[in-house]
C-alpha cells in the first residue's frame, strides 16, 4: 500500500523563512531546490536566506529576547507544553513532510515526531525548575546568592538525518531558558524545520522568539552566526569537519558552544550473552534511518566463540529489511539522503574489499525509482584493521563484524578511535556491565540495549565527538549563565 501525499493541514507546508513572527522570502530573492531522495524529483523551491536575512533575523530575535525573558517561567512552560500539543495532534502531517524530504520510512518518520516532540514536552517541565543556589559564605558578614538567566540570543545549526528532532531538542532548551533562537537547518530539509516554527507561532511563541532560515550558503549563514556579536552562544549539529571550523570561528568572540559531532560506535558482544537478544539490538543500533545517525553501531566486536553464531543469525535478521520508498508501508529502510552518500558509502566499501574484507551478505532493491539514492544493507566480515570504514562513521546500512578474544583486547579496539559518542554491550554478567562503561571513552553507553536515546537523558559525546549534552535536566544548563552575587549584610 502506498500513501499518497497530502496533509490534512495544507498550512504546514511553508516555504518560506520565518523571521520576526513573519513568513518571508530571502531580500535577495533566490530560491534552492528540495529533493525527495527517493526519486530525485523537486519537491518545492525554498527561500534561499542569505547574510541581510541573517542579520535581520539576529536583530528581531534581540528585541524578542528581552521580552521573553522577563515572562514567567510558568508562561514560557505554558506555551511549550502547548506546542508540543500541538506537534503531536499533527503528528501524521509533519511525518510525511519528513518522509517526502528525508526518505525514511513513514513508521521512523511518525517516531521521529513523537521523540522530538518528548524534548519540548521535556524542557516545557524544565522550564519551571531553573534554580540557583544560596551557598555558605566566607564570613558572618557575607552571602552569597546564585542565579541563573538567559544567555541570550541563540544560533543553531541542525543535519539533515533527524530534521525535526535535532532542532526540537535545541529550540525547546533554548525557549525553556528564556532564550530566542535563530536556526538554520540542513539545506537537504528545510521543510520540516519550517512545519515546527508554524505549530510554534500557533502555540503562541512570541514573534522573533525562534527564527528559521533556510539557505543553500551554510558557510555564510555560520560565519555570520558566528562573528556576530549579538549571537551569544552556537549550538551545532552535524559533523565532527565543521564543528572543528565553527569552534575556531567562535573564538573571535567567545561564544559559548554546544556541539553534537560524528561518532564512531563500537558494538561488543561477550560469549555470555544473549545472543538472540544481542543480534536483536545490533539490528535497531545499526540500520535505524537507514545507518544515518550519529549513534548508528559502527563496528561490531564478537567474542570469537560466539561469532559465526552471531554473524549467521544477524544475516538472518538483516534478510528481513526491505529497501524501498518511505511512504511504501512494506518499506523498512528508506534512500539515503544525496548521491553524495551513495558515493562515500562506495567508496568506504570499495576500499574494505580491496584490502580483503568480504561481503557476507547484500540485500536486494525492490521496486524503486531508478533516480533515487538507494543503496543495499551489506555485512561485511574479515575487514583488516586498516580499512577506512573502522575509522570514519559509515552512516549508510552497512555492518561490519570482527571477532575479539579478551575483554583488554576489546576495550582497546573500542577506544581506538578519535571519536567518543556512544557504545554498546551486551553481556549477562553483572560486574561486567558495570566495568565496561566505566572503561569505555564515550558520553553514552547501551548496555545489553541497542537504543538509548530519550528527552530525560543526557545525549553527547566525548572526544572529538561534541561538548555539552542535550536532553534531561542537563540539556537547559548550556542556555544559561550563572550569575554569583556577594551581598554584605552588615
Ligand atoms: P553532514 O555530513 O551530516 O551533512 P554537515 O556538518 O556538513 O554534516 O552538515 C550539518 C549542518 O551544518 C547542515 O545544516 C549544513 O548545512 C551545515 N554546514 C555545512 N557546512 C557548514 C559551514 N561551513 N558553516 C556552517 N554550517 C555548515
Same mark, same amino acid.
Given at each position: 500500500m502506498t500513501l499518497s501525499f497530502s496533509l490534512n493541514n495544507p498550512a504546514l507546508w511553508r516555504t518560506q523563512c520565518f523571521v520576526g513572527g513573519l513568513w518571508c522570502d530571502s531580500t535577495t530573492q533566490k530560491?534552492?531546490?528540495?529533493?525527495?531522495?527517493?526519486?530525485?524529483?523537486?519537491?518545492?523551491?525554498?527561500?534561499?536566506?542569505? /547574510?541581510?536575512?541573517?542579520?535581520?533575523?539576529?536583530?528581531?530575535?534581540?528585541?524578542? @529576547?528581552?521580552? #521573553?525573558?522577563? @515572562?514567567?517561567?510558568?508562561a514560557r512552560s505554558r506555551i511549550l507544553r502547548r506546542w508540543f500539543e500541538l506537534v503531536m495532534i499533527h503528528q501524521d502531517d509533519l511525518a510525511r513532510i519528513l518522509t517526502l524530504e528525508q526518505g525514511k520510512p513513514f513508521a521512523e518518520a511518525r517516531a521521529e515526531i513523537a521523540y522530538g516532540a518528548s524534548y519540548i514536552e521535556w524542557f516545557s517541565e524544565e522550564a519551571k525548575r531553573i534554580q540557583g543556589d544560596?551557598?555558605?559564605?566566607?564570613?558572618?558578614? &557575607?552571602?552569597?546568592?546564585?542565579? &541563573?538567566? *538567559?544567555?541570550? /540570543?541563540?544560533?543553531?545549526?541542525?543535519?539533515?538525518?533527524?530534521?525535526?528532532?535535532? +532542532?526540537?531538542? &535545541?529550540?525547546? *532548551?533554548?525557549? %525553556?531558558?528564556?532564550?530566542?533562537?535563530?536556526?538554520? *537547518?540542513?539545506?537537504?530539509?528545510?521543510?520540516?524545520? +519550517?512545519?515546527?516554527?508554524?505549530?510554534?507561532?500557533?502555540?503562541? /511563541?512570541?514573534?522573533? /522568539?525562534?527564527?528559521i532560515l533556510c539557505g543553500s550558503d551554510a558557510a555564510a549563514i555560520g560565519r555570520e552566526f558566528t562573528d556576530h556579536p549579538q549571537v551569544r552562544k552556537l549550538s551545532f549539529t552535524g559533523s565532527t569537519m565543521v564543528g572543528k571550523r565553527l569552534i575556531a570561528q567562535c573564538a573571535s568572540s567567545v561564544k559559548k558552544i554546544t556541539l553534537e559531532l560524528g561518532g564512531n560506535a563500537p558494538f561488543l558482544v561477550f560469549d555470555d550473552a544473549d545472543v538472540n537478544a544481542a543480534v536483536e539490538g545490533a539490528i535497531a543500533a545499526k540500520f535505524r534511518n537507514a545507518g544515518q545517525t550519529c549513534v548508528c553501531a559502527n563496528r561490531f566486536y564478537i567474542q570469537r566463540d560466539i561469532y559465526d553464531e552471531f554473524v549467521e543469525k544477524f544475516i538472518a535478521a538483516s534478510s528481513q529489511f526491505v529497501i524501498g520508498d518511505g511512504f511504501d508501508s512494506a518499506t523498512t529502510i528508506g534512500p539515503l539522503i544525496s548521491p553524495n552518500a551513495i558515493k562515500k558509502v562506495e567508496a568506504l566499501v570499495a576500499d574494505a574489499v580491496e584490502k580483503g574484507a568480504r561481503i557476507a551478505y547484500q540485500s536486494p532493491i525492490r521496486d524503486v525509482s531508478a533516480s533515487g539514492y538507494f543503496y543495499p544493507l551489506q555485512v561485511l566480515t574479515h575487514v583488516p584493521p586498516s580499512a577506512q570504514l573502522v575509522h570514519e562513521e559509515i552512516f549508510a546500512p552497512v555492518a561490519v563484524l570482527f571477532p575479539f578474544d579478551t575483554e583488554a583486547d576489546v576495550i582497546r579496539l573500542a577506544n581506538a578511535s578519535e571519536f567518543g559518542l556512544a557504545a554498546y554491550c551486551y553481556t549477562r554478567d553483572a560486574a561486567r556491565q558495570w566495568r565496561i562503561p566505566e572503561l569505555l571513552e564515550v558520553g553514552m553507553v547501551g548496555m545489553n540495549t541497542g537504543l538509548i536515546s530519550n %528527552?530525560? %537523558? *543526557?545525549?553527547?559525546?566525548?572526544?572529538?565527538?561534541? #561538548?555539552g549534552r542535550e536532553g534531561s535536566r542537563y540539556g537547559i544548563e548550556d542556555y544559561l549563565n550563572l550569575k554569583y552575587i556577594c551581598l554584605s549584610v552588615v
Open positions: 530560491t534552492f531546490s528540495v529533493i525527495n531522495p527517493a526519486n530525485g524529483n523537486l519537491i518545492a523551491q525554498v527561500a534561499d536566506a542569505g /547574510v541581510s536575512d541573517v542579520q535581520n533575523a539576529i536583530s528581531l530575535a534581540v528585541v524578542a @529576547q528581552q521580552h #521573553w525573558a522577563t @515572562q514567567t517561567a510558568e544560596v551557598i555558605a559564605p566566607p564570613s558572618h558578614d &557575607k552571602r552569597i546568592i546564585t542565579l &541563573k538567566q *538567559p544567555v541570550g /540570543v541563540v544560533a543553531a545549526i541542525t543535519p539533515w538525518n533527524f530534521p525535526n528532532a535535532m +532542532l526540537a531538542r &535545541k529550540i525547546a *532548551p533554548a525557549l %525553556a531558558a528564556g532564550c530566542a533562537i535563530v536556526a538554520k *537547518p540542513a539545506a537537504e530539509t528545510p521543510l520540516s524545520a +519550517l512545519a515546527l516554527a508554524y505549530l510554534a507561532d500557533e502555540a503562541g /511563541v512570541p514573534a522573533g /522568539v525562534i527564527n %528527552a530525560m %537523558a *543526557p545525549f553527547g559525546g566525548i572526544k572529538q565527538s561534541g #561538548w
